[in-house]
């Protein structure tokens, strides 16, 4: 969650007022208040329907579709801090438009009284969410492709412990001093079993790495075109995808050459089958455990 904006265009104080609004929105989201949440939240609505009346002005209406949506059940369904924080930075120059007579003002004749004081922990708030650090993590490996690991990762070559340790410290650098939390969410949130498989399932495999290691079924005369397109299927799939489970032989587009599977479309070489299936396996060597 970020702090209040400091000199900023538009920094009035109806801004400051939606500022505040906004991140109490944030905050209430962090620690799973739904009272406050909800509170918050009818207040941005009913700011974003005022400013139905202000479409005429260039900048409302550049946030048209923004305002339509944020009235919308739908929109807030699954909401987390970075939309939060995009809806706070487009609304909050537009505020100020309002006319101050279509805002409800409520005057009150008594005094705050501080009671049931109370400490409580500090709610420490995170620098970058979990969706922010997955993003600048894949930028990463798809601008640094020639990284040494990478590449190793790339051609399925072997890795070794330090190999496995140093990406671990590179990717963990780009979350600060939450990377390694960060790091490892994001691991168990795409259901990796490793990080270097989870690094390969995005940056696939050489395709000439992925030829060569299935060359002896490619260069197999005794096979049938169709046989030979299966193997090349694999080859694909490991190119643009890195990594395959064995069971994926029995889905589309595999299917789509024998409806029952590589069981059938190899009758009569049951060895090449096994043969296929052993070498996907040691494709996956290497990369199926954590390191540490």
């Known amino acids: 969650m970020a ?76 909401t987390n801090l970075e939309l939060l924080e995009d809806l706070r930075l487009r609304l909050r120059g537009l505020v100020r438009l309002l006319e101050r007579k279509e805002r409800t ?14 400490d409580e922990d500090v709610v420490p708030m995170p620098k970058m969410t979990g969706a922010q650090y997955e993003k600048k993590v894949r930028e990463y490996l798809k601008n640094h492709q020639d990284h040494l690991v990478i590449h190793r990762l790339r051609t399925n070559q072997p890795l070794t412990e330090t190999d496995l340790e140093g990406l671990e410290q590179t990717l963990s650098e780009i979350g600060d001093e939450d990377g390694p939390r960060l790091l490892n969410d994001l691991l168990e949130r795409n259901g990796a079993p490793s990080l270097a498989w989870f690094v390969r399932s ?40 890195g990594v395959m489970p064995p069971e994926a032989l029995y889905e589309p587009p595999f299917t789509r050459l024998h409806h029952a599977g590589p069981d059938e479309l190899f009758t009569g070489k049951e060895d090449v089958v096994e043969a296929v299936f052993q070498q996907i396996e040691t494709i996956h060597e290497g990369i199926q455990t954590r390191a540490g």
């Open 3 to 78: 702090g209040l904006p400091s000199e900023q265009p538009n920094d009035d104080i109806e801004s400051r007022l939606f500022d505040l609004t906004a991140l109490r929105l944030q905050l209430a989201l962090i620690e799973a208040d739904t009272g406050d949440f909800e509170r918050h939240r009818k207040r941005v609505v009913e700011l974003a329907g005022l400013l139905e009346e202000k479409s005429n002005v260039p900048a409302v209406k550049e946030q048209l579709g923004l305002r339509a949506a944020v009235q919308e059940a739908q929109w807030w369904e699954g």
């Open 105 to 118: 003002v409520i005057y009150t004749n008594f005094q705050d009284e501080v009671r049931d004081i109370r």
């Open 202 to 241: 995005l940056v696939g495999m050489d395709r000439s790495a992925a030829q060569e290691a299935f060359a002896e079924f490619l260069n197999d005369r005794s096979l049938s075109p169709d046989q030979i397109r299966f193997v090349e299927m694999i080859v694909d799939q490991l190119t643009a995808r």
